[in-house]
């Protein structure tokens, strides 16, 4: 209880803000409505009612207060206008049909697990060269550290067109583009762990003549476990976002993107935010996911997480 109760606080902190802030980012939407249904006591012209502050205009007419919380169109959604959209889309609606969020949601998770298997295989691949090889140390590392330097909006694009060139769209396109957002958290995780053994432990397998393969084995990737762990949480959220961000470009069908993309170009707000919290909802139960995953493998191994 001690350690939900200040979870509890900042999301009740964040519900009461925004809550809050609904009221001065509806108000002249609201105001608009209501001056058309007679209910307005300020200037009657919207240029009128633009110089007039949120908070007085809330002031002068308190009646138009809860209308800022069901308008069809907001600027900012209420929580519970959210809420609704959320059940409307995610348990109303067919999983078949094209406005079910679960249906959207397989689509962007199926590109989010290519690419994340994708990116972790290299990661890992990547940090045991550089682990194991100056070479790859000096020269590999500094270019994987450049990459993340490049703006994914920037480079989703290009992605997307040279594979398109090549006959390659749909999924492969999407995953790759989560696969390099995925990479590098999880290079920089395990060439942390696998250099995290001290060199008492180093010293001690050479005692023994150990080769290379069985300190690999049997000291530095159990050791690198618990920080594998950490870049997997952080690499599954990343691919998440990059298989998005690779809907946007192309005017995907399907996906959340593609959801976002209808909630922009068709003056839907609703839609937009309601994607948006399904993907923050994948996200979690992903993290979540390998964090139940971390517990039991740490407590098999008798270690603890870093």
């Known amino acids: 209880m001690k350690s939900i109760l200040p979870v509890l606080t900042v999301v009740g902190a964040i519900l009461l803000f925004w809550i809050v802030a609904v009221i001065p980012m509806n108000i002249h939407l609201a105001a608009d409505m209501a001056q058309r249904q007679d209910m307005l006591v300020t200037p009657d012209t919207p240029a009128a009612r633009q110089d007039v502050g949120s908070i007085s205009l ?32 995610v348990i109303d609606k067919k ?50 550290i450049v990459s993340q330097t490049i703006p994914i909006l920037a480079l989703a694009p290009m992605v997307i067109v040279m594979l398109g060139a090549l006959g390659f769209q749909g999924l492969l396109p999407k995953a790759m583009i989560s696969a390099y957002l995925s990479f590098f958290p999880v290079v920089v995780g395990m060439v942390k762990g696998l250099r995290s053994p001290d060199a008492m432990q180093l010293d001690l397998l050479r005692t023994y003549n150990a080769s290379n393969a069985q300190g690999f084995w049997k000291l530095r990737l159990p050791a690198s476990v618990p920080y594998l762990f950490a870049s997997l949480k952080i690499g599954i959220s990343a691919s998440l976002v990059g298989a998005i961000v690779g809907e946007l470009p192309t005017g995907a069908q399907a996906g959340f993107g593609a959801r ?47």
């Open 260 to 306: 976002m993309l209808v909630g922009d170009q068709y003056g839907q707000p609703l839609v937009t935010w309601a994607a948006l919290f399904a993907a923050a909802i994948t996200a979690a139960v992903l993290v979540g996911f390998f964090s139940m995953l971390e517990r039991i493998t740490l407590r098999r191994m008798g270690t603890q997480a870093v």
């Open 95 to 144: 999983i078949t049909s094209k406005r079910s969020l679960v249906y959207h949601g397989w689509v962007t998770l199926s590109a989010t697990l290519l690419g994340f298997a994708i990116g972790t295989t290299l990661g890992v691949a990547l940090a045991v060269g550089i682990v194991f090889s100056r070479t790859m140390d000096k020269s590999v590392m500094p270019w994987a």
């Open 58 to 89: 809330a002031l002068q007419n308190p009646n138009v207060i809860p209308m800022t919380y069901s308008l069809d169109r907001p600027r900012l959604p209420s929580p519970d206008q959210i809420a609704v959209e959320l059940y409307d889309t």
